[in-house]
């Protein structure tokens, strides 16, 4: 009898243990839920609320001169983008995003939702709540999170290095106070200005141009020798003649 007992036990215990060892190996992986979790793959003709929000993690990711919609449709140039974000990070070359690209994406996102190298605290130097630009506080705020996404992008396309950011987000009074323009891309929260840091200004100029953004003002241009501006607009306004742009 005690011999059998003692089987008993010992076979209760290997089956606890391998169980275990099971559940450790086959967890999924660790997911930023305090920002965004995916739910499927996504694809080409999909849409929805996780594509819009794989958008903004993959704005960086355009295609030099373009600019990615962040409509939560997954077209061509959604589907483009993602390759170019997989072949950034030495993925699979196909152009659906799944638990690859989300694995990167979450090692990439802090909890709120920005970029793990930048955050909103860089892109409002001018007051707390994003309040008394040109859009709304909450429009402003999500303007500066696509900006974030694409220097992400641009950061990795430069080795990881740091992007100095010298300014972003300005309401009216702030605008006014240092001189800026009264249609600065500044009071709607998608415009940053990039100081020379470990890459010259030329270097950011010239890179920004394959990251998305449409307005690029540097050195040579009037008012920006000494940084580099990046911003979104509607239409294309490139201008760095000492940088050959």
């Known amino acids: 009898m005690l011999r059998r007992t003692v089987r008993l036990v010992a076979a ?7 169980s275990l060892v099971a559940a450790v190996t086959t967890a999924a992986p660790a997911h930023a839920d305090g920002c965004y979790t995916w739910n ?3 694809r080409e003709g999909m849409s929805g609320e996780d594509v819009r929000q794989l958008q903004i993690r993959i704005s960086g990711y ?3 001169g373009n600019v990615l919609a962040i409509d939560g449709i997954f077209g061509p140039a959604t589907a483009n983008a993602v390759q170019r ?11 659906t995003a799944g638990p690859a690209v989300f694995d990167r994406l979450y090692a990439l996102q802090d909890n709120d939702c920005t970029p793990k190298n930048f955050s909103y605290a860089e892109l409002n130097d001018c007051n707390s709540n994003w309040s008394g630009g040109a859009v709304s506080a909450s429009q402003a705020r999500a303007n500066a999170l696509v900006s974030m996404w694409k220097l992400q992008a641009m950061r990795h396309a430069l080795g990881d290095q740091p992007i100095v950011v010298t300014s972003a987000f300005r309401s009216h009074a702030c605008n006014n106070a240092v001189g800026g323009s009264a249609t600065s891309r500044h009071l709607y929260g998608d415009a940053v200005d990039l100081g020379a840091g470990p890459h010259s200004l030329c270097t950011l100029a010239q890179r920004a141009r394959h990251h998305g953004f449409r307005e690029i003002l540097g050195p ?3 008012g920006h020798n000494d940084h580099t501006h990046v911003a979104h607009k509607s239409s294309q306004t490139w201008s760095a003649p000492n940088c050959g742009i």
């Open 85 to 95: 974000f997989k072949n950034a990070y030495n993925l699979d070359n196909n152009k």
């Open 40 to 42: 499927r793959t996504l």
């Open 12 to 18: 209760f215990t290997l089956a606890a243990t391998t």
């Open 220 to 222: 040579g241009y009037p």
């Open 62 to 64: 355009p295609g030099q």
